[in-house]
């Protein structure tokens, strides 16, 4: 081991959004250290991630597994103690690898997903953080099961698979205010019992963090636009 952990070099992006959060969850009585900055490192490589991971940083989220086997593994020998989130959509035929690469994933929304990331972690020993998402604006072209269907499927990820579900994801439509949706899942959460909510983007986090966000996923806001 090098030094690496103990560096703690600034990154002006990674600080301005801690701070925002930091404010958020203050404004709402809520502890900044209960909710839990991933950092979505799609689309940029080694180069840009690495004077984050430089400032301290150590959860990140990718969308795709392709892309997150073929740049994170390296990353991972230099610093052992990342975290790292699948926010996107999970194929089956891609669910072992899933399972070996990742910490978390925040995209169950079928049965058979659910079913095939049960099988993988028996095989692998290995237990994720998992997160249902649901399709809170109800949106034909969005992944995520519909609220009505969320306490059904919770349960059958739960009861049937033997899943242990630590909370529920959303993404807002685009054209929407994301504070009803947030609001909305929070609520939802609640009701079935579940502590985590992954939610907020660059451009809604702080709202999220004031209904009551565990887990933001925040990328443009740090790295700048992608490309
Ligand atoms: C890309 C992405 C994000 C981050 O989006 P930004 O607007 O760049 O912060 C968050 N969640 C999911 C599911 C994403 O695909």
Redo the contacts with the bound molecule.
Sequence with gaps: MTTDDTISADHQGLRAVKDKIAAAAKDVGRSPADIELIV?S?TFGPDEILPVLNAGQRHF?E?RVQEAAGKWPALRDKFPDITLHL??PLQSNKTKEAVTLFDAI?SIDRPKIAKAIAEEQAKLNKELQLFIQVNTGEEPQKAGVLPRDTAQFLDQCQNEFGLKITGLMC?PPVDEEPAVHFAFLAKLARELDLPGLSMG???DFEAAVELGATHV?????IFGA?V
């Design positions: 979505v799609k989220g969308n926010i996107g925040h993404i983007m660059s451009g996923r925040v990328g443009s806001a992608r």
